[in-house]
């Protein structure tokens, strides 16, 4: 992990640490018993869970008659939260694949938890794909697998096929990826294991890790080349989401515009998320020396800039909408902005264009709590994004006599805090099991006492930059 | 010479030739048991042998597997002896008679192992014609009803027929004044049981009342007139929905369909009937007319005297001296009734014999009388007397009546003093119901003796003088029922059997003495010979008449005015329980599962009335409580209720719909008057109640490319006046937006079915989405799922009011006018060739057919719906929940017996999977496999889908567009630069589906016609 750092650079991890402080901040959440307020957040998020699987169970058994969606509104909060998940799940492979190529070293104290959170995203999106099927039974169906129907495959044309292959394809090479920048970490683990049984797990899970030179140079290898797989990646995934609606035939959904307009949201959405999680992540486990200042300044910025792409995209459909001269997508755009479901547009364009700008002050972008007030904004205006461009699109298309209101069920809803039960335990789950911060990568951006350089520490500590 | 051939044995056991051995020498080992022994022993455990190792095992596993499946079947009984014409998978068809409450049709009944599924028209009748209203498309499923008396009961309790008749024939000896209540009979042959039985005992009397009365207009008349509107070039109504409700609309539609079919080909007709409407509701018949124009129902006799003072002033006659009403097109009329004198008709829908004198004599002013309207051939739809039946309950009240028959008459309920009669019934020592339920007359009687249904019966109808038809059974009794017919000959002491009664009655009486088979006649279900057609009117007291239009209605009033109507779907509510009716939305409300309060849109701004909300109505100390429906067209000041709602004791589909508007029918010159000019009081209580509404967007939006229209000078002029042709600019200019495509398309080499469906002459009367149910297995959804917008009909009628406001104006768009222009657009399975479902499945669910089929294939489905949201015509239905054998949706497919309904060839479609229309595609295979087994091409006509097939106005043309010798060919190449348009056709999903511009005989007016002027200037 040899580097070289700017010496004008600020330095990413403050408070003085050394090698060792780092393993033993982030160690002591793995090893410790679970504190006082973990336990009440898992157990919280343990009961939401539960009572999402009710509604979701119940859904099951019925069928999808539960919700609230009708014969014009075929789709309307599962595949809403569908796209947000999936939206949400981009920062990860952002983060630890594009940031990686791009040499951002001050990822890596975020970009453990930012994958974790990628893959749990992706397990709640996937969960609305079965959800939503009137026969979840018959889901793997949509995989081109041998079967008794003579040669009877899937629909290659169905976006809905290339989302299957792009969301599975994601979640696998992100576990991978995943999976391999945590085999050193886990190794440490083991190696300062008390118990017989984190021996073992730890032991198995870190596959024999050495921590030798040629270990350490393959790690990299294959780092970079799951992060050149992963780049690409991060445009498809949410590509082939957008399609799913960019090739239909309904207005507000038909629009060429739509692949960088999602991409851009999904970064913009991602991002919020990992901006959320983390800030509650680094106060509740103590870590504000490795998420620091200039972390949360660096995603505000990126927040601001992908939601000015997204507001750029927002006024250019309308732009379109009435340069087309086409009257169906013109009533479209015009019925979501002053419709009856104006409010869910207005609170989207509240959310997403108008409050990232904010971010353009420095004290505003520097300030935590609004920070973190404006990450689950800018969030929640991503789902009334999404909400919009797929209930308001459908409720009023062609013809007029179709025309209908979608108004949610408690089992809509249900269904929805059931992906907030599951991601939330998973993750509350993995903050505990799992060293939530990258150490092995965290120490390679350390200015360690053997750098030589030249200028007097400047931490707040005062202490010099320490050795092991 | 000595056999020197080597020798080997075996051992020495054969050398020795030993005992033991030569017993087993042909086998292999010896004394091992052989294979042929053990048999058996493989099941029963005693032993097992090496070699039947896998056996066992194949059938462990088989065993296993068989225990692993569900037994799909269960209780079939294969036929001892088979029924001669019963061939598993092969229908039957019986030629029958539909008849309900007035309502008349000959049908065809469809069977299929032995049980009836489905009535189609039955074109041989020159009076039904094959038309076929949704109420009697529906009939079948009533066959079915579970909640239908199941035998003869006394008091209530299970009682053998044997016992009840013998009660009821000492009941009936005693003596005293019998009723016989029916409503109107059309079958000779009964009426001649009842004779016998009045002969039996001469104190019997027939008291005829009509829910739906008409006894005015037969007053007037002095007998029901035959109308002909397909002679008519002008054609003016008075509040009468012949189109909808008003004695025979399917009929009438039929001919109505006539005056208005126009043709784009060069010699085609382009002359069209003009159609005047003047009514208070927003009827089915006012929505198709071309000028429309409302009145209060306290105006109704004045309005008929003006227009009589208008046309006689025209013609010379000397006019009435009554107040003079203002009526918009009321001149307009008047002067085109009179300039196609000999090809007119005014038809009222009054049930006041002053207002039907009125009427006749314009008529007779206009010529109708030899023309549209015949009273040589008299109708018997209605033969009601309000007058008698007031009486009946008269004497029931005073005690004077003995012993009372319901013949299948629900007085009670359907009559405006009924709960008088309720009151009244315990005072009558012998009460005989033989309605098919316990209903809310059949409930207060001793004895209910249940009269079989229609399709279980044997039975005549002669709708019109020398016009008959025969009913026959088309499945035994399900129930322990009997026939009326039969009842009344067992009491009167004489054989019951009643088909043999029929038959020597028809051979001696009616079938002219041998010339026709009785056997060819049951065959073709009609025998006709018609009656001479009379020129003559009616003599009509016209002073009389102005007197008591003088007395009766006033030129204005500002009071709050109700109109009782009927709706389409459920008529007097006789058939209540059928969920198909109720789920079946009214033409123009598009409102099913109640009825409501309708008020037009400034009514409920006066009133503060809002739509979806309750209010109580109350007239003369009754009141009911109903949510309130905006009716755009209404006439101001006035509240309508429809009838048939309310019922109390008829089944689970019907009891507690809507409220019972009966009550409030007054009497007005001595008949019973379908409004109530009362004090009429109206509140809202505050609840929200939705409606169930099966579309809640009213207007078209101003999208040309949906419904295309133009008025007739205007098409005479261009054929192609109505059409809406965007165009796109692309770099090689201007460019039909029909042909860029980025499809090949698709070679139809064999058959390319389509359809084309004339808006001109859809009705929107709603046969066909009955029909379609019918058919197709569709399910029944409920109020709730409907309010859901989760309806599953296959086929619906789209009807749009037109609104006043401005194209750019979409807020004002979405406003109907205050007397809107509607139109009616069947909307269906387009059956695109470009299908935007099929390429977005991503597992191949719904393809396309090498017949331009766009095809379903549910057991594939895995309910993405994503076909559905890409579907621009929204015309494909999810099964949210299984909607079969579940106890939400309890609408007689949740029983074994309700479910003899389905159709056979039609899968029932299992929860979470998507389903549409399929082009009837079972009768297409059906059809082409006929042809095939005799070794020629299906010809034109003999496939037929239902919803075309049930078209009362033939609006639906389906068929082969390959065969340039189908109809479908010819209209298309007639209409191709004419009237022929696609749906949204811009988006080039090229539809299957065709739709005919509609085209109104009017002249523009208002806004449209300046802006066009300025336009043209």
Same mark, same amino acid.
Request: glycine share 8%.
């Given at each position: 992990?040899?580097?070289?750092?700017?010496?004008?650079?600020?330095?990413?991890?403050?408070?003085?640490?050394?090698?060792?402080?780092?393993?033993?901040?982030?160690?002591?959440?793995?090893?410790?018993?679970?504190?006082?307020?973990?336990?009440?957040?898992?157990?919280?998020?343990?009961?939401?869970?539960?009572?999402?699987?009710?509604?979701?169970?119940?859904?099951?058994?019925?069928?999808?008659?539960?919700?609230?969606?009708?014969?014009?509104?075929?789709?309307?909060?599962?595949?809403?939260?569908?796209?947000?998940?999936?939206?949400?799940?981009?920062?990860?492979?952002?983060?630890?694949?594009?940031?990686?190529?791009?040499?951002?070293?001050?990822?890596?104290?975020?970009?453990?938890?930012?994958?974790?959170?990628?893959?749990?995203?992706?397990?709640?999106?996937?969960?609305?794909?079965?959800?939503?099927?009137?026969?979840?039974?018959?889901?793997?169906?949509?995989?081109?697998?041998?079967?008794?129907?003579?040669?009877?495959?899937?629909?290659?044309?169905?976006?809905?096929?290339?989302?299957?292959?792009?969301?599975?394809?994601?979640?696998?090479?992100?576990?991978?990826?995943?999976?391999?920048?945590?085999?050193?970490?886990?190794?440490?683990?083991?190696?300062?294991?008390?118990?017989?049984?984190?021996?073992?797990?730890?032991?198995?899970?870190?596959?024999?890790?050495?921590?030798?030179?040629?270990?350490?140079?393959?790690?990299?290898?294959?780092?970079?080349?799951?992060?050149?797989?992963?780049?690409?990646?991060?445009?498809?995934?949410?590509?082939?989401?957008?399609?799913?609606?960019?090739?239909?035939?309904?207005?507000?959904?038909?629009?060429?515009?739509?692949?960088?307009?999602?991409?851009?949201?999904?970064?913009?959405?991602?991002?919020?998320?990992?901006?959320?999680?983390?800030?509650?992540?680094?106060?509740?486990?103590?870590?504000?020396?490795?998420?620091?200042?200039?972390?949360?300044?660096?995603?505000?910025?990126?927040?601001?800039?992908?939601?000015?792409?997204?507001?750029?995209?927002?006024?250019?459909?309308?732009?379109?909408?009435?340069?087309?001269?086409?009257?169906?997508?013109?009533?479209?755009?015009?019925?979501?902005?002053?419709?009856?479901?104006?409010?869910?547009?207005?609170?989207?364009?509240?959310?997403?264009?108008?409050?990232?700008?904010?971010?353009?002050?420095?004290?505003?972008?520097?300030?935590?709590?609004?920070?973190?007030?404006?990450?689950?904004?800018?969030?929640?205006?991503?789902?009334?994004?999404?909400?919009?461009?797929?209930?308001?699109?459908?409720?009023?298309?062609?013809?007029?006599?179709?025309?209908?209101?979608?108004?949610?069920?408690?089992?809509?809803?249900?269904?929805?805090?059931?992906?907030?039960?599951?991601?939330?335990?998973?993750?509350?789950?993995?903050?505990?099991?799992?060293?939530?911060?990258?150490?092995?990568?965290?120490?390679?951006?350390?200015?360690?006492?053997?750098?030589?350089?030249?200028?007097?520490?400047?931490?707040?500590?005062?202490?010099?930059?320490?050795?092991? | 010479?000595?056999?020197?051939?080597?020798?080997?044995?075996?051992?020495?056991?054969?050398?020795?030739?030993?005992?033991?051995?030569?017993?087993?020498?042909?086998?292999?080992?010896?004394?091992?048991?052989?294979?042929?022994?053990?048999?058996?022993?493989?099941?029963?455990?005693?032993?097992?042998?090496?070699?039947?190792?896998?056996?066992?095992?194949?059938?462990?596993?088989?065993?296993?597997?068989?225990?692993?499946?569900?037994?799909?079947?269960?209780?079939?009984?294969?036929?001892?002896?088979?029924?001669?014409?019963?061939?598993?998978?092969?229908?039957?068809?019986?030629?029958?008679?539909?008849?309900?409450?007035?309502?008349?049709?000959?049908?065809?009944?469809?069977?299929?192992?032995?049980?009836?599924?489905?009535?189609?028209?039955?074109?041989?009748?020159?009076?039904?014609?094959?038309?076929?209203?949704?109420?009697?498309?529906?009939?079948?499923?009533?066959?079915?009803?579970?909640?239908?008396?199941?035998?003869?009961?006394?008091?209530?309790?299970?009682?053998?027929?044997?016992?009840?008749?013998?009660?009821?024939?000492?009941?009936?000896?005693?003596?005293?004044?019998?009723?016989?209540?029916?409503?109107?009979?059309?079958?000779?042959?009964?009426?001649?049981?009842?004779?016998?039985?009045?002969?039996?005992?001469?104190?019997?009397?027939?008291?005829?009342?009509?829910?739906?009365?008409?006894?005015?207009?037969?007053?007037?008349?002095?007998?029901?007139?035959?109308?002909?509107?397909?002679?008519?070039?002008?054609?003016?109504?008075?509040?009468?929905?012949?189109?909808?409700?008003?004695?025979?609309?399917?009929?009438?539609?039929?001919?109505?369909?006539?005056?208005?079919?126009?043709?784009?080909?060069?010699?085609?007709?382009?002359?069209?009937?003009?159609?005047?409407?003047?009514?208070?509701?927003?009827?089915?018949?006012?929505?198709?007319?071309?000028?429309?124009?409302?009145?209060?129902?306290?105006?109704?006799?004045?309005?008929?005297?003006?227009?009589?003072?208008?046309?006689?002033?025209?013609?010379?006659?000397?006019?009435?001296?009554?107040?003079?009403?203002?009526?918009?097109?009321?001149?307009?009329?008047?002067?085109?009734?009179?300039?196609?004198?000999?090809?007119?008709?005014?038809?009222?829908?009054?049930?006041?014999?002053?207002?039907?004198?009125?009427?006749?004599?314009?008529?007779?002013?206009?010529?109708?009388?030899?023309?549209?309207?015949?009273?040589?051939?008299?109708?018997?739809?209605?033969?009601?007397?309000?007058?008698?039946?007031?009486?009946?309950?008269?004497?029931?009240?005073?005690?004077?009546?003995?012993?009372?028959?319901?013949?299948?008459?629900?007085?009670?309920?359907?009559?405006?003093?009924?709960?008088?009669?309720?009151?009244?019934?315990?005072?009558?020592?012998?009460?005989?119901?033989?309605?098919?339920?316990?209903?809310?007359?059949?409930?207060?009687?001793?004895?209910?003796?249940?009269?079989?249904?229609?399709?279980?019966?044997?039975?005549?109808?002669?709708?019109?003088?020398?016009?008959?038809?025969?009913?026959?059974?088309?499945?035994?009794?399900?129930?322990?029922?009997?026939?009326?017919?039969?009842?009344?000959?067992?009491?009167?002491?004489?054989?019951?059997?009643?088909?043999?009664?029929?038959?020597?009655?028809?051979?001696?009486?009616?079938?002219?003495?041998?010339?026709?088979?009785?056997?060819?006649?049951?065959?073709?279900?009609?025998?006709?010979?018609?009656?001479?057609?009379?020129?003559?009117?009616?003599?009509?007291?016209?002073?009389?008449?102005?007197?008591?239009?003088?007395?009766?209605?006033?030129?204005?009033?500002?009071?709050?005015?109700?109109?009782?109507?009927?709706?389409?779907?459920?008529?007097?509510?006789?058939?209540?329980?059928?969920?198909?009716?109720?789920?079946?939305?009214?033409?123009?409300?598009?409102?099913?599962?109640?009825?409501?309060?309708?008020?037009?849109?400034?009514?409920?701004?006066?009133?503060?009335?809002?739509?979806?909300?309750?209010?109580?109505?109350?007239?003369?100390?009754?009141?009911?409580?109903?949510?309130?429906?905006?009716?755009?067209?209404?006439?101001?000041?006035?509240?309508?209720?429809?009838?048939?709602?309310?019922?109390?004791?008829?089944?689970?589909?019907?009891?507690?719909?809507?409220?019972?508007?009966?009550?409030?029918?007054?009497?007005?010159?001595?008949?019973?008057?379908?409004?109530?000019?009362?004090?009429?009081?109206?509140?809202?209580?505050?609840?929200?109640?939705?409606?169930?509404?099966?579309?809640?967007?009213?207007?078209?939006?101003?999208?040309?490319?949906?419904?295309?229209?133009?008025?007739?000078?205007?098409?005479?002029?261009?054929?192609?006046?109505?059409?809406?042709?965007?165009?796109?600019?692309?770099?090689?200019?201007?460019?039909?937006?029909?042909?860029?495509?980025?499809?090949?398309?698709?070679?139809?080499?064999?058959?390319?079915?389509?359809?084309?469906?004339?808006?001109?002459?859809?009705?929107?009367?709603?046969?066909?989405?009955?029909?379609?149910?019918?058919?197709?297995?569709?399910?029944?959804?409920?109020?709730?799922?409907?309010?859901?917008?989760?309806?599953?009909?296959?086929?619906?009628?789209?009807?749009?009011?037109?609104?006043?406001?401005?194209?750019?104006?979409?807020?004002?768009?979405?406003?109907?006018?205050?007397?809107?222009?509607?139109?009616?657009?069947?909307?269906?399975?387009?059956?695109?060739?470009?299908?935007?479902?099929?390429?977005?499945?991503?597992?191949?669910?719904?393809?396309?057919?090498?017949?331009?089929?766009?095809?379903?294939?549910?057991?594939?489905?895995?309910?993405?719906?994503?076909?559905?949201?890409?579907?621009?015509?929204?015309?494909?239905?999810?099964?949210?929940?299984?909607?079969?054998?579940?106890?939400?949706? *309890?609408?007689?497919?949740?029983?074994?017996?309700?479910?003899? #309904? +389905?159709?056979?060839?039609? %899968?029932? =479609? $299992?929860? /979470? @999977?998507?389903?549409?229309?399929?082009?009837?595609?079972?009768?297409?295979?059906?059809?082409?496999?006929?042809?095939?087994?005799?070794?020629?091409?299906?010809?034109?006509?003999?496939?037929?889908?239902?919803?075309?097939?049930?078209?009362?106005?033939?609006?639906?043309?389906?068929? *082969?567009?390959?065969?340039?010798?189908?109809?479908?060919?010819? #209209? +298309?190449?007639?209409?191709? %630069?004419? =009237? $022929?348009? /696609? @749906?949204?056709?811009?988006?080039?999903?090229?539809?299957?589906?065709?739709?005919?511009?509609?085209?109104?005989?009017?002249?523009?007016?208002?806004?449209?016609?300046?802006?066009?002027?300025?336009?043209?200037?």
């Amino acid at each position: 992990m040899s580097h070289v750092v700017s010496p004008i650079r600020e330095t990413l991890v403050g408070g003085g640490r050394s090698y060792h402080d780092v393993t033993q901040d982030i160690c002591k959440q793995v090893e410790g018993e679970p504190t006082k307020e973990w336990k009440i957040a898992f157990s919280v998020s343990c009961v939401i869970f539960a009572y999402g699987a009710y509604c979701l169970g119940y859904t099951w058994w019925q069928g999808i008659g539960v919700w609230g969606l009708n014969k014009t509104v075929g789709w309307a909060w599962d595949i809403t939260n569908f796209v947000w998940w999936v939206g949400i799940g981009h920062a990860g492979t952002l983060i630890s694949a594009v940031l990686l190529l791009f040499r951002q070293k001050w990822r890596t104290s975020i970009n453990r938890a930012a994958e974790a959170m990628t893959i749990f995203a992706v397990l709640c999106a996937a969960s609305f794909i079965l959800a939503h099927m009137g026969r979840p039974w018959l889901a793997h169906w949509a995989l081109p697998l041998p079967n008794t129907f003579g040669s009877l495959w899937v629909n290659f044309n169905s976006p809905l096929v290339w989302d299957v292959f792009a969301i599975s394809t994601y979640l696998s090479v992100s576990l991978v990826f995943w999976y391999l920048g945590l085999i050193p970490d886990l190794a440490t683990i083991r190696d300062r294991a008390q118990t017989k049984a984190s021996k073992f797990w730890y032991g198995l899970f870190s596959v024999g890790w050495t921590g030798s030179a040629k270990t350490w140079a393959r790690y990299e290898y294959v780092s970079l080349i799951l992060a050149g797989i992963s780049t690409p990646l991060v445009l498809s995934v949410h590509t082939i989401v957008s399609m799913d609606f960019a090739t239909s035939v309904i207005p507000g959904w038909h629009t060429t515009i739509f692949p960088p307009y999602f991409v851009a949201g999904a970064i913009f959405s991602g991002f919020a998320m990992v901006q959320t999680l983390l800030l509650v992540t680094r106060v509740v486990f103590k870590l504000e020396d490795y998420i620091t200042m200039e972390h949360i300044e660096m995603m505000n910025i990126i927040i601001t800039v992908t939601g000015s792409v997204v507001g750029i995209a927002y006024l250019t459909e309308f732009f379109i909408a009435w340069y087309s001269g086409v009257e169906y997508e013109s009533y479209c755009f015009i019925n979501r902005a002053f419709g009856p479901y104006w409010w869910a547009y207005w609170m989207m364009m509240t959310c997403n264009v108008i409050s990232p700008q904010l971010f353009w002050f420095k004290s505003i972008r520097t300030n935590i709590l609004i920070s973190f007030i404006l990450s689950v904004v800018v969030n929640v205006g991503m789902w009334f994004e999404r909400f919009v461009i797929i209930v308001s699109s459908l409720h009023r298309d062609y013809i007029p006599s179709s025309w209908a209101m979608f108004s949610p069920t408690m089992y809509d809803i249900g269904d929805y805090i059931f992906s907030f039960g599951l991601f939330f335990t998973l993750f509350f789950l993995f903050a505990k099991f799992l060293p939530v911060i990258n150490m092995a990568e965290v120490k390679s951006v350390m200015k360690g006492v053997s750098s030589n350089y030249p200028f007097k520490k400047k931490s707040e500590g005062g202490k010099e930059s320490v050795t092991h | 010479m000595e056999n020197t051939t080597k020798r080997y044995w075996r051992g020495i056991e054969e050398l020795t030739n030993d005992a033991e051995f030569v017993k087993y020498a042909d086998r292999e080992f010896g004394d091992a048991p052989s294979a042929d022994e053990k048999e058996g022993a493989i099941f029963d455990g005693t032993g097992s042998h090496r070699r039947d190792f896998l056996k066992v095992l194949g059938f462990g596993m088989s065993a296993v597997a068989l225990a692993a499946c569900e037994a799909p079947v269960k209780n079939t009984i294969p036929y001892l002896n088979k029924p001669e014409d019963v061939e598993p998978t092969i229908a039957n068809w019986y030629a029958s008679t539909f008849v309900d409450g007035g309502e008349y049709a000959s049908i065809l009944v469809k069977t299929r192992e032995g049980r009836p599924i489905k009535i189609e028209g039955n074109k041989a009748s020159s009076v039904s014609k094959g038309a076929l209203s949704a109420r009697a498309q529906a009939s079948v499923l009533s066959l079915y009803d579970n909640e239908k008396l199941k035998g003869p009961q006394i008091a209530g309790k299970a009682a053998d027929w044997a016992s009840i008749d013998k009660e009821i024939i000492s009941g009936l000896a005693k003596g005293g004044q019998i009723r016989i209540v029916t409503n109107s009979i059309l079958s000779p042959t009964t009426k001649k049981v009842i004779g016998d039985f009045i002969a039996k005992y001469p104190t019997t009397k027939v008291v005829t009342y009509d829910a739906n009365s008409l006894s005015g207009l037969v007053a007037a008349n002095g007998v029901l007139p035959s109308f002909d509107f397909s002679k008519a070039k002008t054609i003016v109504s008075l509040g009468a929905d012949f189109l909808g409700t008003w004695i025979s609309p399917s009929e009438f539609a039929a001919q109505w369909a006539k005056t208005r079919r126009v043709s784009s080909a060069k010699d085609g007709n382009k002359e069209m009937s003009r159609h005047y409407q003047f009514e208070t509701i927003m009827s089915n018949t006012g929505a198709n007319a071309d000028y429309r124009a409302t009145y209060k129902p306290s105006q109704e006799g004045l309005v008929a005297t003006a227009l009589y003072n208008a046309v006689a002033a025209k013609v010379g006659a000397p006019t009435l001296s009554t107040s003079a009403v203002k009526v918009e097109y009321l001149e307009k009329a008047a002067a085109d009734l009179v300039a196609s004198k000999g090809a007119s008709i005014v038809v009222s829908g009054s049930n006041d014999a002053s207002v039907q004198a009125v009427v006749a004599a314009i008529n007779g002013l206009v010529g109708a009388y030899g023309t549209t309207i015949d009273l040589g051939t008299p109708a018997n739809y209605r033969q009601g007397s309000d007058a008698e039946m007031n009486q009946f309950i008269n004497e029931a009240k005073s005690g004077a009546i003995a012993a009372v028959i319901f013949y299948n008459a629900n007085p009670v309920y359907n009559h405006p003093r009924g709960a008088e009669l309720a009151e009244a019934l315990p005072k009558i020592a012998l009460t005989i119901a033989t309605n098919d339920r316990a209903d809310e007359t059949a409930s207060l009687v001793k004895y209910n003796t249940p009269d079989s249904h229609f399709l279980e019966s044997w039975n005549d109808a002669e709708p019109k003088k020398g016009f008959f038809s025969l009913t026959q059974p088309t499945i035994s009794t399900i129930f322990k029922t009997r026939q009326i017919q039969s009842s009344l000959l067992t009491w009167a002491g004489l054989n019951a059997d009643y088909a043999a009664y029929l038959e020597s009655n028809w051979t001696s009486n009616i079938l002219k003495a041998g010339k026709v088979q009785w056997s060819q006649v049951l065959h073709d279900g009609v025998y006709e010979f018609g009656s001479t057609a009379s020129a003559a009117a009616p003599a009509v007291n016209l002073a009389d008449a102005t007197a008591a239009i003088s007395k009766n209605y006033k030129a204005a009033s500002d009071k709050l005015e109700l109109a009782v109507y009927e709706k389409v779907s459920m008529g007097t509510g006789s058939q209540a329980n059928n969920p198909w009716l109720q789920e079946l939305p009214e033409p123009v409300s598009k409102a099913c599962w109640t009825n409501y309060l309708a008020v037009s849109q400034k009514t409920a701004a006066e009133l503060k009335l809002e739509q979806d909300k309750e209010a109580e109505l109350t007239i003369g100390g009754k009141s009911i409580k109903l949510p309130v429906l905006v009716q755009p067209g209404q006439a101001n000041g006035t509240i309508a209720v429809a009838i048939g709602y309310g019922r109390t004791k008829a089944g689970k589909s019907a009891d507690g719909v809507g409220a019972n508007a009966y009550p409030f029918i007054s009497t007005v010159n001595g008949t019973l008057a379908f409004f109530n000019t009362g004090d009429v009081a109206i509140k809202a209580t505050g609840e929200e109640v939705k409606i169930a509404q099966t579309q809640t967007h009213n207007t078209v939006m101003a999208r040309e490319a949906v419904v295309q229209e133009t008025v007739l000078s205007e098409y005479k002029k261009n054929v192609e006046a109505g059409r809406f042709k965007p165009e796109i600019l692309t770099a090689e200019g201007k460019k039909t937006a029909t042909d860029i495509s980025l499809w090949n398309g698709h070679k139809y080499n064999n058959h390319a079915w389509g359809m084309v469906i004339d808006l001109n002459t859809c009705t929107g009367c709603s046969a066909c989405v009955v029909s379609c149910s019918a058919e197709n297995n569709v399910p029944v959804v409920g109020r709730q799922e409907v309010i859901n917008r989760r309806e599953m009909h296959w086929m619906r009628i789209d009807r749009y009011y037109s609104s006043d406001a401005d194209v750019e104006d979409l807020k004002g768009l979405e406003v109907a006018s205050e007397n809107p222009e509607v139109v009616f657009q069947p909307m269906l399975c387009q059956h695109c060739n470009n299908a935007p479902c099929e390429t977005v499945c991503p597992v191949l669910a719904t393809t396309h057919s090498t017949e331009g089929l766009n095809q379903m294939t549910y057991n594939r489905c895995i309910g993405t719906r994503y076909c559905a949201n890409n579907c621009p015509y929204k015309v494909r239905r999810f099964n949210w929940f299984r909607y079969f054998q579940t106890d939400d949706f *309890d609408f007689h497919l949740n029983n074994d017996l309700g479910r003899m #309904v +389905l159709n056979p060839d039609v %899968t029932v =479609r $299992s929860r /979470g @999977v998507m389903e549409k229309c399929s082009m009837c595609v079972q009768r297409i295979q059906a059809g082409k496999l006929e042809a095939k087994k005799e070794k020629r091409r299906p010809k034109d006509g003999e496939i037929q889908v239902a919803c075309a097939q049930s078209c009362p106005t033939n609006a639906i043309t389906f068929g *082969d567009m390959n065969d340039p010798e189908s109809e479908i060919s010819q #209209v +298309l190449a007639a209409e191709k %630069t004419g =009237r $022929s348009f /696609g @749906v949204i056709e811009e988006i080039n999903v090229k539809p299957n589906i065709s739709y005919l511009v509609k085209v109104r005989n009017k002249e523009r007016e208002g806004k449209k016609a300046e802006g066009e002027a300025k336009e043209h200037a």
